[in-house]
């Protein structure tokens, strides 16, 4: 890119970008919208698990390759090793559209302390996860699209119920 082009469309970026944040400044409804938006997005994941609806699940992240990746709490990755005899991997990788598949085979978790943050173009949502095969927090990397709200990226922890009977 020549520098003269790049120069103007730095500019433009900075005089866009500027309009922008004056306009979410003057307009406080912007950025309630967004977290009205990602609350939506959420409560459609609740209501496509109660349903056990795959394809609106999977809907709602950008594609079906996104990562889910799990991590073992301390005390979780000790019970899983000591299982297995031998260290086993202390993060689980899949993709969404693995994840889905398993979703629509358990009954749904209970959920709280839903949290949402956003800048308007990227954030995340997160609660906690109460489930018979453990516990834990959940994070999804969210962006919006041209279709809105996606989820990119999940992440979350994995505490099993044999760790905190150990730990009492």
């Known amino acids: 890119m020549k520098a003269g082009v790049l120069k103007a469309f730095v500019m433009i970026a900075l005089t866009t970008g500027c309009a922008q944040a004056a306009e979410v400044a003057n307009n406080p409804s912007a950025e309630s919208s967004d977290d009205a938006a990602l609350h ?4 459609s994941y609740q209501q496509a698990i109660a349903r056990k609806d795959a394809k609106a699940l999977l809907g709602l992240y950008v ?7 799990g991590g073992f709490a301390p005390r979780s990755y000790a019970v899983v090793t000591a299982a297995n005899k031998q260290p086993v991997p202390r993060t689980l990788s899949i ?10 085979k358990l009954p749904p978790d209970r959920t709280e302390n839903l949290a949402v943050h956003s800048d308007g173009e990227v954030g995340s949502v ?13 994070i999804w ?26 730990s009492t």
């Open 40 to 43: 939506q997005l959420w409560d």
């Open 63 to 69: 594609n079906g390759d996104a990562p889910v990746v």
């Open 95 to 104: 993709t969404a559209k693995e994840d889905v598949v398993g979703e629509v």
């Open 126 to 138: 997160s609660f906690d996860y109460f489930a018979k095969i453990g516990h834990g927090r959940i």
């Open 141 to 166: 990397s969210v962006v919006r699209t041209n279709d809105g709200w996606k989820i990119a990226s999940a992440l979350y922890s994995i505490n099993l119920p044999a760790a905190d009977k150990k």
